[in-house]
């Protein structure tokens, strides 16, 4: 049983030709993976930037004894890479629906197998708990249908441990993490292949109401574009004439329909709730107002998978 992964369209093929759903597209599609569409894209392209970074660093030294040089590099060799006597990077594990890359597999003194997941980011515990076990999963199927690692020195007969190596430039972590129940992991590829269940949820639901939805919020989208490039340049045109009054001494420009006043600076107080709580939390909690929020739904609009 083979599988071949094409990086540039992210899919993984069986060898009978069958596209398998990676583990990441799997996690995404049953909400089990955090949404992370609001988040700044520039902030997620430079973290994903760096994560393959690290990750090359690591392979590179782990196959040509390559040094890197982030901190993180250096916390996986001086505090990760002594534990085990065996380590191999990038390993694609697959059943017959599903498909993904560990990070590491490694192998320590005891000869116990460990399924290694690198992260740059913020780490989701049940999300990384998840994908670790789906990785252990796929690895139990491939032994059970015969693949074997000739050169994998573990002992089949202990139990397979999960871990995360957490890579931040300051305070990197190792930890293991507990295993999702198989009972569980079979629920959700169950749910996979039952086009009315997204896992946790039954989703049965007017499909001219969903898309309606989707049109709605790709209008909402356009316009939402359209606005920031409208403030853009207005931000523009009131630097420009701010600095021409500012340099000519008018504080207050009329004309029979627009005034235009250049306020002073001024120092404005406000207060830190959070700091407030963690410092003087009977103080908070006397000065805090609650309110109760209604129910409400929320869409998002998902991009094109990987």
Known sequence: MTVKFDAATHTYTNEYGKTLISVTQLLRKHSITPDFSKVNKDLLEFKAQRGTMIHKEIEDWLFGGDEGFTSEFEYFRDNIA???????????????????TTDLLAVDADRSLWVVDYKTGQVHKEAVRWQLSLYKYAFLFMRAQGVYWADLPYDPEKPIKLAVFDAKETGSKFYEVEEIPVKQIDE???????????????TQLDASLVQKALAFEQAIASLDAEKKRIDTEYKNIKAQIQAAMTENGVKTYETDNIRITVKSAYERTTV????????????????AKKSKVAESLSITIKEAAE
């Open 82 to 100: 002594p534990m085990f006597k065996f380590a191999r990077p990038e390993e694609i594990l697959f059943t017959n629906d599903y498909a993904g």
């Open 188 to 202: 959700l590829l169950r749910c996979e292949f039952d086009e009315e269940t997204i896992y946790g949820t039954t």
């Open 272 to 287: 830190d709730s959070k700091k407030l709580q963690e410092k003087f939390p009977e103080v908070y909690e006397a000065c």
